[in-house]
């Protein structure tokens, strides 16, 4: 067997062509070559970049009921198969409107949240990004997975709240309230 170890360098698909012919060597002849078939087989390997991308945020320190976008840009070129990213989340305590946990989200498609905060604390919403490509021809089955995750950790306020008070509400000339 022919084993290769195969690294694109690159950020796009690069093709490795191995051509291959099969003779037989006469060893009355110093292995002069013979009887070759005249049929050559061709084989193309499409080797995909490491899948490379970026997530960001305008704010990680954020009010209560606001909207998050986070975007997710692809740094790569062309690659052979579909290139989607999976997206788990977490929260702190009781924050609603979290982008629920979700597989095979398109590349460079946001996650938009609008981010409520339902207690009366400072509370964390977790996104925890992976990157891969999706084979179409295995009924997009996953592969090229860069093995790194990226994490964003937003922290959402909770709406302002207080109370203000005073003993009486009618008083006497020149009294310190």
């Known amino acids: 067997p022919i084993v290769n170890q195969l690294i694109n360098n690159t950020n796009q698909v690069q093709t490795v062509t191995y051509n291959f ?7 009355r002849n110093g292995n002069a070559p013979f009887c070759d078939h005249g049929i050559d087989t061709t084989i193309t390997i499409y080797v ?3 899948p490379d991308f970026h997530v960001s945020v305008a704010d990680t320190i954020v ?9 997710v840009l692809d ?6 198969g579909t290139k989607v990213y999976d997206v788990t989340t977490s929260t702190s305590g009781d924050v609603s409107g979290v982008e ?4 095979d989200i398109a590349m460079g498609t946001p996650i938009v949240n609008q981010l409520i ?6 509370q964390t ?7 891969r490509f999706n084979d179409p021809r295995n009924g997009d089955a996953p592969f090229c997975d860069h093995g790194i995750d990226t994490t964003i950790v937003i922290y959402v306020n909770p ?5 203000v008070s005073v003993s009486d509400t009618i008083v006497c000339d020149s009294t310190t309230i």
């Open 75 to 80: 740094l790569l070129g062309p690659i052979e």
């Open 63 to 71: 009010c209560d009921s606001s909207t998050v976008t986070l975007n």
């Open 125 to 131: 919403v977790t996104y925890n990004f992976r990157y």
């Open 21 to 27: 012919r099969y003779r037989f060597n006469d060893p």
């Open 48 to 50: 995909n970049p490491t």
């Open 100 to 103: 629920p946990t979700t597989t």
């Open 117 to 122: 905060n339902n207690t009366n604390q400072v």
């Open 159 to 163: 709406t302002p709240d207080f109370e």
